[in-house]
């Protein structure tokens, strides 16, 4: 089990570290969301076996020529597609994230109908820190299947999953981003504590964060 309690180091010379791995992977349902007051999300879950995790930002740019030379860009997200690998994912919670009907172990595939739910996962870095993420509003979406037969050699095949990134309509918002090894990162601030606040509220930040007394 990882120290929830390390003290994170910076890397060598300052340097930014590259990631190495990722785990913590949450997901909780978007239970309200208005103009006028925060979102409001159920319980957190977590969904162990995160094998990988990836982000396709589709933006947009576009060009003015003006003068004989590029006179301004400007660029814009398109479509935003988190795309998550996971060992397996119980057909209750599948259940639940595509709108399917579960009863005795079973699911009743129709017509999908998603949930809206923030998605929360931390990576590694080289030198031991964390970078935390968290996604206010994503909708997930079956992936392809293909499943071999078993043969002379072990070949794992993994679920894989994509859900389609929206920003939060009080906010404007697509997500957060944390590490653990920040220059301005909060003293006293731990991973422990970090994981304890998300769960309890996706939206929390850490500069809401002051230690106690």
Known sequence: MPDNNIVMMTGPDGRPMPMIGCDW????KLMKETADEPAEYGKAERIPGLVNVGLANNVQTAALHADNSVYVTASQYGDRILTVGLAGLPLVTKAEWMGQEYKAGGMTVGQLNPIEMAVMLRKKKANGAYRYEVYYKAKPAPGDTSTETQGATINFQTEVLTLGLASL????????????????????????IIEEELLEDPLWRAEDWTPEA
């Open 169 to 192: 309509i009080h906010s404007g918002k697509y997500e957060y981003l944390l590490e653990t090894d920040g220059d301005d990162f909060p003293e006293g601030l731990t991973p422990k």
């Open 25 to 28: 992977f949450h997901y909780a």
